[in-house]
C-alpha cells in the first residue's frame, strides 16, 4: 500500500484516532499529519495473504494474534501509527485490541515500487526502536527475494536475505518455510 499526503490540519493523536475512525479509507499518522493508504497490485496483495496463510495456523493455538493490512501499529503512543502488511503479536493486551496493535512481535512489509523506500528507510527506523518487536520482514513483490531483519543483543539487528530455493525462519515465533510459499499463485514482473 501507498501513503499519500493529505490536505489536513495537523492533528493531535486523539484527534486523528477519533477522525480516521470516521472515514472511508484507512490514513497512516506521522508526526501530527495524515497520509491516505493506497490500493497495491495484486501481486502485492496475494504475497501478504501467503505469508498470512503460513503464520496463521502455526500461531493460532499458540495465542498470539495475526492481522494483514487493516490493522495499524502503534510506533510510540505520539506518533507514528502505520499500517503493516502483516503483524504479528503475542502481548495480552493486543488479543483484545480494538484500534491498534502495540506491542508487535513481528512485522512483515510487501515492497513494491511505490512503498520500497519508505519501507526501508522512514518505517524501518521506526519499527526497529518499538521494544516488542523481534523480527522485520520485507518481501519483494516483483522477484524471489526475502530480508528479514532479527532483533540481537543491545540495539543489534541480525541481517538475514533469502532467495529462491531458501527456507526462511521466523525464530520469533518458531516457525520455518520455503520462500517459495509466499510466492504460490503470484505473477511476478517479468
Same mark, same amino acid.
Given at each position: 500500500? *501507498?501513503? &499519500?499526503?493529505?490536505?489536513?490540519? $495537523?492533528? &493531535?493523536?486523539? #484527534?486523528?484516532?477519533?477522525?480516521?475512525? $470516521?472515514?472511508?479509507?484507512?490514513? #497512516?499518522? =506521522?508526526?501530527? #499529519?495524515?497520509?491516505?493508504? &493506497?490500493?497495491?497490485?495484486?501481486?502485492?496483495?496475494? *504475497?501478504?495473504?501467503?505469508?498470512?496463510?503460513?503464520?496463521?495456523?502455526?500461531?493460532?493455538?499458540?495465542?498470539?494474534?495475526?492481522?494483514?493490512? %487493516?490493522? $495499524?501499529?502503534? =510506533? &510510540?503512543?505520539?506518533?507514528?501509527?502505520?499500517?503493516?502488511?502483516?503483524? =504479528?503479536?503475542?502481548?495480552?493486551? %493486543?488479543?483484545?485490541?480494538?484500534?491498534? *496493535? #502495540?506491542?508487535?512481535?513481528?512485522?512483515?512489509?510487501?515492497?513494491?515500487?511505490?512503498?520500497?523506500?519508505? %519501507?526501508?528507510?522512514? $518505517?524501518?527506523?521506526?519499527?526497529?526502536?518499538?521494544?516488542?518487536?523481534?523480527?522485520?520482514?520485507?518481501?519483494?513483490?516483483?522477484?524471489?527475494?526475502?530480508?528479514?531483519?532479527?532483533?540481537?543483543?543491545?540495539?543489534?539487528?541480525?541481517?538475514?536475505?533469502?532467495?529462491?530455493?531458501?527456507?526462511?525462519?521466523?525464530?520469533?515465533?518458531?516457525?520455518?518455510?520455503?520462500?517459495?510459499?509466499?510466492?504460490?499463485?503470484? =505473477?511476478?514482473?517479468?
Amino acid at each position: 500500500m *501507498i501513503a &499519500t499526503p493529505q490536505e489536513h490540519p $495537523k492533528m &493531535t493523536v486523539e #484527534e486523528y484516532l477519533e477522525w480516521e475512525a $470516521k472515514q472511508d479509507c484507512r490514513y #497512516e499518522y =506521522v508526526n501530527g #499529519e495524515v497520509f491516505a493508504m &493506497t490500493g497495491g497490485t495484486i501481486p502485492h496483495n496475494d *504475497i501478504a495473504l501467503n505469508l498470512y496463510r503460513s503464520l496463521y495456523p502455526h500461531l493460532r493455538s499458540r495465542g498470539f494474534r495475526v492481522n494483514v493490512s %487493516d490493522v $495499524k501499529v502503534q =510506533v &510510540t503512543p505520539q506518533s507514528p501509527y502505520y499500517y503493516p502488511d502483516v503483524i =504479528v503479536s503475542c502481548d495480552p493486551q %493486543d488479543l483484545n485490541a480494538r484500534q491498534f *496493535i #502495540e506491542k508487535p512481535k513481528l512485522i512483515a512489509e510487501v515492497l513494491s515500487p511505490g512503498t520500497s523506500g519508505k %519501507d526501508r528507510g522512514e $518505517k524501518f527506523n521506526y519499527y526497529l526502536k518499538i521494544p516488542s518487536l523481534q523480527e522485520y520482514i520485507l518481501i519483494d513483490s516483483e522477484t524471489i527475494s526475502v530480508e528479514r531483519y532479527s532483533r540481537g543483543e543491545g540495539r543489534m539487528w541480525l541481517y538475514y536475505p533469502y532467495i529462491a530455493g531458501d527456507i526462511i525462519t521466523l525464530s520469533s515465533i518458531g516457525l520455518e518455510f520455503p520462500i517459495e510459499l509466499l510466492y504460490e499463485g503470484v =505473477v511476478l514482473a517479468g
